[in-house]
């Protein structure tokens, strides 16, 4: 169930307050809760218990996304549970992960037609997730008629709230032509409003239109400066794209020493085959290979290699 960005309340705030220490002990890692974060969540049942939705919901959240032997382990069934309590009491976000459960089988037993119930109440009040699941839905022809054009009415929906995956799959099926006509100038437009949010995978992909000049004029500097983007946040496609512009000097100065570390992180990270060959084609002197690997051991998320 993808529930990132699921709840961006209170609730969440504490959910972020209550991290987990990592402690190693002989056998592997143990997780410790500290006083506080156990004084937390038992304020947050007591909330809940007393039938306040928003603590509800987090409760759901935390059962749904927890980590075993933590403070409050992986347990999806109790999570259906706190969901359909806030749910019943008209809580949008609550009505979106129960309905996603019900789909997906997760803590219930899978029901598409209850699951389908769930995410239109909460569709209707405009939860972008509830949107954008119903539009695959009726795509799909799960626990709904088949019906392309309610499918794209709800991406609309979905996108419009400013939703970047909503906005990065509709820009991708009038890219494809898919349900509808092909429609480039929509696809950027977007992925544009996408990537402006940081989506990586707009960010890639609308270099990549940049890079070939399709849809939009031709301009492989903005489409490094894109793929830049992408890349520092570990976007695969783009890490590659980038180490093979930096290799045959398009868009950037050649730069082996750029080109190698980029195409090391898609294949070690990523696993990209195609980057591992581009890597394993390249031949540093010793030194910039040391340099390169030490470029490698102290990469970060959200470093860009310059």
Aim: glycine residues 10%; aromatic residues 12%.
């Amino acid at each position: 169930m993808s529930l990132l960005n699921i709840y961006k309340g209170s609730a969440a705030l504490l959910f972020l307050t209550m991290l987990f220490t990592i402690e190693a002990n002989a056998h592997g890692y143990s997780w410790f809760a500290t006083t506080e974060q156990v004084a937390q969540l038992a304020e947050l049942k007591k909330h809940a218990e007393a039938g306040h939705p928003n603590a509800q919901f987090s409760l759901g959240y935390m059962n749904d996304t927890g980590r075993d032997n933590g403070i409050m382990p992986k347990d999806t069934r109790k999570a259906a549970e706190w969901y359909e309590k806030a749910a019943l009491q008209g809580h949008a976000k609550a009505q979106s992960a129960l309905g996603q459960a019900y789909i997906k089988g997760f803590g219930v037993p899978q029901n598409y037609v209850i699951g389908v119930d769930w995410l239109q109440k909460a569709a209707d009040q405009g939860d972008a997730d509830a949107q954008l699941e119903l539009g695959w839905l009726y795509a799909g022809s799960k626990g709904i008629p088949d019906d392309p054009a309610k499918a794209l009415v709800w991406w609309q929906h979905a996108a419009d709230r400013d939703f970047a995956h909503a906005q990065f799959t509709l820009g991708l099926i009038y890219n494809k032509g898919e349900i509808v006509p092909r429609d480039i100038s929509n696809t950027v437009a977007l992925w544009t409003r996408a990537s402006m949010q940081g989506y990586h995978p707009a960010q890639s992909s609308l270099g990549s239109m940049y890079h070939s000049g399709e849809g939009v004029p031709k301009d492989v500097v903005k489409a490094v400066g894109l793929w830049e983007k992408a890349a520092a946040f570990g976007f695969v496609d783009a890490q590659y794209n980038l180490a093979l512009a930096y290799h045959l000097g398009s868009g950037v100065e050649k730069n082996e020493l750029m080109a190698y570390a980029w195409a090391n992180l898609a294949a070690e990270y990523g696993g990209s085959e195609i980057a591992k060959k581009l890597r394993n084609s390249i031949v540093l002197p010793k030194d910039k290979q040391e340099l390169a690997n030490h470029m490698f051991t102290n990469w970060q998320l959200g470093q860009t290699y310059r």
